[in-house]
């Protein structure tokens, strides 16, 4: 229909369409749109141009079921003909289900905007592909480029990242406008009793064949392996009530972790094994990921990767209808020597795919009880150094359960987490033909509740952890490199799981290991009332055995206790501060400080330092001596709070430039 007469448009301009195209009756075409040849718009689909105005589609393009084409009345982008448009999309094009094209926009030749996508006030050069849930505004996306699934792309350096498209994408936009053109032609033959009338005639004559077993109604299915690892882990899963799902990706498409999920109907534990083994069998040459959800929680509990490029399928065959026999090394569990799919090539994935490595262990009680300690991250991009490490690992600890954890640094959560040895038996890796070998020692406990016996926390630091365990809070750390510590944007550590004085201690010491020259501190939270109780720094740039800040050394005989700062010997406050603070503390009042530069200072712009959520003497003293020692050169000072009346009742300067 003809567009409506607004303020801005009386032209009452009506669609022009190629006599090639097919319109389904259930779609709305109105105003200036022009429709090239060949072009198929889909039912359901809506092209406004009674607003903006004018749209053009390109020929041999597809606009598929639910798309929604509308333009701004203000705003236009140049198409190929060098005229002025709301929308231009360009030929050979495909706009997926229920995608949203708002212009102004250009979408260039031979683009595939996926399901569900948003194109608004963007260019979208030619040969793009663009895929599932994907927002583009107020950029240009270069030509040829690749969006997975998902992104938000609002500024032109995210653009001009995106991966390029690969030939294996090209193939599909190409299968998927070819598909659409023969559906426009099959359309408008339905339409010609000319052309359909032999058509049915002929299918009246057709014996339809199955291509079904003959014997048995049912295709042959030819499973691949599954180690004993995946087998026991969806048993432990559906144990816990948990849902399964299958991902899998090509290797382009796990490099930018646009993971694509596979059909899982089954819901019984012989079934899902059933078609786990189908699924490999089907994306053989892919990346296939193992997926557990807490269905209650909805989120996802594990994620194990259990298939990856160039690993062999090896039919299963059925020991008693319900179970999966695998090869296996003769103990009942996959050997860990390098070859297909083994533990030497899980490493140089996790490595190469850019993810932490860490290792974590158990004896059989703790095993079974999920309490697993953690042994320090494998901090090395050398995929040898890495294998010679965790194989010293498996020495150590023999006896016990190793598992090789696989941890996104970016998205701070685990990809992967595979058993590697259970008590009774000796795992070899082989990373170079050879047996690998190391002398790297795996941490023990040292007997005061470290889970590490070179432990690089201080008594202090361990000491604060036991009593924030033994009050029931729940412990995290956050680390940040000098210029986020001076704009106070600390970053998360990986979340303490644990509950055990060992377990945290071991986690702490990760993320001090994992953030070598960067500031790090320790985090008390009272889960109850959501809130931190402490904030303590125990590591900075540039020390070696972090987080000593003050300890107390007893009293010297007039009631009041000297302190020394563990790192140099005394401590930087001045005999008049201790005693300001003691005061402050005996009358219940609340600790701060505040630092400011030479400018700040003029204009007394003060900004506050770490909040003191403490009251403890020792521990409000560690922490203005920190402040004083991150602040050198600046001015410092104290300042005491009448939390009630929530006003000052102190303030004085501890230390001058």
């Not at 583009?136 to 990242?161: C, F, H, L, M």
Request: aromatic share 6%.
């Amino acid at each position: 229909m003809a567009a409506p007469p607004t303020p801005w448009s009386k032209n009452l301009a009506e669609p022009k369409v190629d006599n090639s195209a097919y319109i389904h009756s259930f779609s709305n075409l109105i105003g200036d749109v022009k429709v090239g040849a060949n072009v198929l718009i889909a039912p359901g689909t809506s092209i406004r141009a009674d607003e903006g105005t004018p749209f053009h589609i390109g020929d041999g393009s597809n606009i598929q079921d639910g798309v929604v084409i509308h333009g701004l009345e203000q705003g236009r982008v140049q198409g190929d003909d060098g005229q002025d448009y709301s929308v231009w999309i360009g030929e050979d094009s495909c706009i997926t289900h229920l995608a949203l094209i708002h212009g102004p926009a250009y979408v260039g030749n031979h683009c595939f905007i996926g399901f569900r996508s948003t194109v608004f006030n963007a260019r979208v050069g030619d040969g793009c592909i663009v895929m599932m849930h994907v927002l583009i505004q107020d950029v240009e996306i270069p030509a040829g480029k690749y969006v997975p699934s998902g992104s938000v792309i609002t500024n032109q350096q995210q653009a001009d990242r995106l991966p390029d498209v690969q030939p294996e994408d090209k193939e599909f936009a190409a299968h998927v406008v070819h598909i659409n053109e023969a559906l426009a032609a099959g359309y408008h033959c339905a339409d010609n009793h000319a052309c359909i009338n032999p058509i049915k005639q002929s299918n009246n004559g057709e014996v339809k064949t199955s291509t079904h077993n003959k014997t048995n109604g049912s295709q042959p299915v030819t499973n691949m392996s599954l180690n004993t690892d995946i087998i026991n882990q969806v048993k432990s899963l559906l144990r816990q009530g948990s849902t399964i799902g299958v991902e899998h990706a090509n290797t382009r498409r796990f490099k930018s972790k646009s993971w694509l999920s596979a059909s899982l109907n089954a819901t019984n534990e012989s079934g899902i094994l059933a078609e786990l083994g189908n699924i490999l069998n089907e994306h053989k040459g892919e990346y296939v990921r193992l997926i557990g959800v807490d269905p209650q929680a909805k989120r996802r509990i594990a994620e194990t990767i259990i298939q990856r490029p160039g690993d062999v399928p090896a039919p299963v065959q059925a020991s008693n209808g319900n179970t999966a026999k695998v090869n296996s090394n003769g103990n009942g569990h996959a050997p860990l020597s390098k070859g297909n799919g083994d533990l030497a090539s899980e490493i140089k994935s996790l490595i190469q795919g850019g993810y932490n490595i860490g290792v974590e262990y158990a004896d059989t009680r703790r095993f079974k009880t999920k309490s697993w300690l953690t042994a320090p991250s494998v901090n090395t991009r050398s995929v040898n150094e890495a294998i010679n490490i965790i194989q010293g690992y498996l020495t150590e600890l023999s006896g016990n359960y190793v598992q090789l954890v696989g941890v996104d640094p970016q998205a701070k959560r685990r990809v992967s987490q595979v058993i590697i040895q259970r008590p009774g038996e000796t795992a070899t890796i082989s990373s170079n033909g050879n047996g690998a070998s190391s002398t790297y020692k795996t941490p023990r406990n040292n007997g005061n509740g470290a889970s590490f016996g070179n432990s690089t926390l201080s008594a202090e630091a361990i000491a604060q952890v036991r009593s924030l365990l033994s009050q029931g809070y729940q412990i995290s750390t956050e680390h940040a490199d000098i210029r986020r510590f001076k704009s106070k944007s600390w970053q998360s550590c990986s979340p303490i799981q644990g509950t055990t004085e060992s377990q945290v201690i071991s986690a702490l010491e990760a993320c001090v290991q994992d953030h070598t020259g960067e500031y790090v501190r320790l985090i008390g939270i009272d889960t109850q009332a959501k809130r931190r109780v402490l904030e303590m720094i125990i590591q900075r740039p540039g020390q070696t055995n972090q987080a000593q800040p003050v300890t107390s050394k007893g009293s010297n005989g007039n009631g009041a206790s000297a302190y020394t700062q563990t790192q140099n010997g005394s401590s930087s406050l001045d005999a008049n501060t201790l005693a300001q603070v003691r005061s402050l503390l005996s009358q219940g009042y609340r600790i701060g400080t505040e630092h400011a530069d030479v400018r700040r200072f003029k204009s007394k712009s003060w900004q506050s330092c770490s909040p003191i959520e403490a009251n403890n003497e020792s521990q409000v003293i560690s922490a203005l001596e920190a402040c004083v020692k991150d602040h050198s050169g600046e001015y410092v000072r104290l300042i005491g709070i009448d939390t009630k009346a929530k006003r000052r009742v102190l303030e004085t300067i501890i230390q001058r430039p």
